[in-house]
């Protein structure tokens, strides 16, 4: 569960008169992205692996590194910042889980935050949450579900235009469905959730096993590609496991579309199609699933939430920091 927030560090009721200068930060497993909006309508991009230090520490400069080079380009500091991130927040902003980065466990996000963007409003929500809702911006679709395949596979839902279950609510967890109560171990301690059988990481060890070789995501997609057994095998099992978390959350929501994204799906085309192919065969009489379709924002889907949560906040819980 990833509480939603916004804090500002201004006393005043209005920020600022000046121009928003917007920054969207898109914090995952192994990169992070950024995306500067100027007022004038210039928009200034970059992305960056983590350190290899593996502390908190480390990658916290980083942040303020990147961040700090991509809103050069405004001549100044962001006044709003929104944050995408895949790590579990509880409501005072501190991290309590992210098995891919463990050593953020106990961080207090709140006041890292802070301390990199001292005089902006900053906004933070789960990853997918917000790339549900920029998804359902672009596609003008005000009920959706979400999925998005890459390190881990991220879920949002977006009803009515709104996001699901809401600001300091937690998060839509679809990552975390169990799909075969006997199946691999997740990295959360449960087996058999979709993460686990569906994930970039979970497929590639899928191939290699059946490979009998290690499998690098360029072999993946292309072995796809060619139709080698290996791939298309490997592929098809996470396909059918993230199909049927999908149809189950559409069981309960009756979504207009479910959309799937993130690097790892965009990456192998083809993929979302396999995903609609065995969703279409989980209709029941009376009950047909809602289509399937490609997020319109590709692997940024996360990046241009995070913007939006910049620029219209999240209705969240605003805490004063001084």
């Known amino acids: 569960m990833n509480s939603a927030s916004c804090w500002s560090s201004w006393g005043g009721s209005s920020p600022t008169r000046r121009p928003a200068i917007l920054l969207g930060v898109d914090i995952g497993g192994t990169k992070v992205a950024l995306r500067a909006e100027a007022p004038d309508g210039r928009a200034h991009e970059t992305t960056f692996t983590w ?3 593996g502390t908190h520490a480390a ?3 980083a942040l303020r590194t990147h961040a700090e080079a991509v809103t050069a380009g405004a001549g100044r500091a962001p006044t709003a910042v929104g944050v995408a991130v895949p790590a ?4 005072d902003g501190r991290v309590t889980a ?3 980065r463990p050593h953020w466990t106990g961080l207090d996000l709140a006041a890292a935050l802070h301390g990199i963007f001292p005089a902006a409003e900053v906004c933070w929500a789960d990853d997918a949450d917000l790339a549900a809702l920029a998804e359902a911006r672009a596609a003008d679709c005000a009920d959706l579900v979400y999925a998005g395949v ?3 596979i991220g879920g949002g839902i977006v009803l009515d235009g709104r996001m699901l279950p809401g600001p300091g609510r937690g998060s839509c967890e679809l990552g975390h469905l169990i799909v075969d109560r006997d199946g691999v171990l997740c990295d959360c301690g449960r087996r058999g959730c979709v993460q686990a059988e569906a994930s970039g990481p979970a497929t590639l060890r899928r191939a290699a096993a059946a490979r009998g070789a290690q499998v690098a995501f360029a072999d993946l997609r292309d072995g796809f590609a060619e139709g080698a057994a290996w791939a298309v095998g ?3 099992a996470g396909c059918d ?13 009756r979504p207009t579309a479910l959309v799937v994204g993130g690097g790892f799906a ?3 085309p083809g993929y979302v199609e396999r995903v609609a192919a065995h969703a279409a065969r989980l209709a029941r009489p009376g009950h047909p699933v809602a289509p399937v379709r490609p997020a319109l924002l590709g692997g940024r889907s996360s990046l241009y939430g995070a913007v939006l949560a910049a620029r219209d906040g999240l209705g969240g819980v605003r805490q004063r920091r001084r």
């Open 59 to 61: 990658d916290l400069a």
């Open 98 to 100: 992210w098995p891919t």
């Open 266 to 268: 965009t990456g192998i």
């Open 241 to 253: 496991a993230l199909a049927a978390a999908l149809v189950g959350v559409a069981e309960l929501v």
């Open 88 to 91: 579990t927040v509880d409501g």
């Open 150 to 152: 890459g390190t881990g």
């Open 234 to 236: 490997a592929v098809d």
């Open 51 to 53: 350190p290899a230090a």
